[in-house]
């Protein structure tokens, strides 16, 4: 099963908007390459995956080393957290824990600047990629934290 695209519960085989989803935790090997992946959780983790490959991509200096430490752990937290929120006990507790996943994010999109600005990788093209994916998923993570508040005032029936 791993790398081959699978079809949803009831589906065509496709995401929204014709997306294919893969089941190779985000990577695009069944998809093709211009698809995009909807199951945020694999897109997380994948999104981890390369913030590592940024550190690991980093100059070996004092300044780099520190932004290697801060980076590794904050770009690898959204993926644990946003899984700790899909097991969240309320709506309240939910709305909590994706909020610590956007505050994450917006930590890791600073590392990410700072990294671009003061030039501190050799791999200009994967810290682009991580920024670019970094600001889309926080424009999600804010939308569902929008949508869960918005929807939380709402008087239940």
Excluded at 58 to 63: D, F, G, V, Y
Excluded at 73 to 93: F, I, L, V
Aim: hydrophobic share 35%; glycine share 8%.
């Amino acid at each position: 099963m791993n790398g081959e695209v699978r079809k949803r519960p009831g589906g065509s085989g496709t995401g929204r908007k014709g997306e294919a989803i893969d089941t190779e935790g985000g990577r695009q090997t069944g998809a093709s390459a211009g698809q995009r992946v909807y199951d945020l959780e694999k897109r997380f983790v994948a999104f981890a995956c390369l913030a590592i490959e940024v550190v690991d991509s980093l100059i070996h200096t004092r300044s780099g080393n520190h932004v290697a430490a801060q980076l590794v752990r904050s770009g690898t937290s959204p993926a644990a957290n946003y899984a700790e929120a899909q097991s969240a006990e309320s709506r309240k507790d939910f709305i909590h824990k994706l909020k610590i996943v956007l505050k994450e994010l917006r930590e890791t999109r600073v590392w990410l600047l700072v990294i671009r600005r003061r030039t501190l990788s050799e791999g200009t093209d994967c810290v682009a990629k991580a920024i670019r994916e970094c600001q889309e998923l926080i424009a999600i993570i804010q939308a569902s934290v929008t949508t869960a508040e918005a929807n939380a005032r709402k008087p239940r029936k």
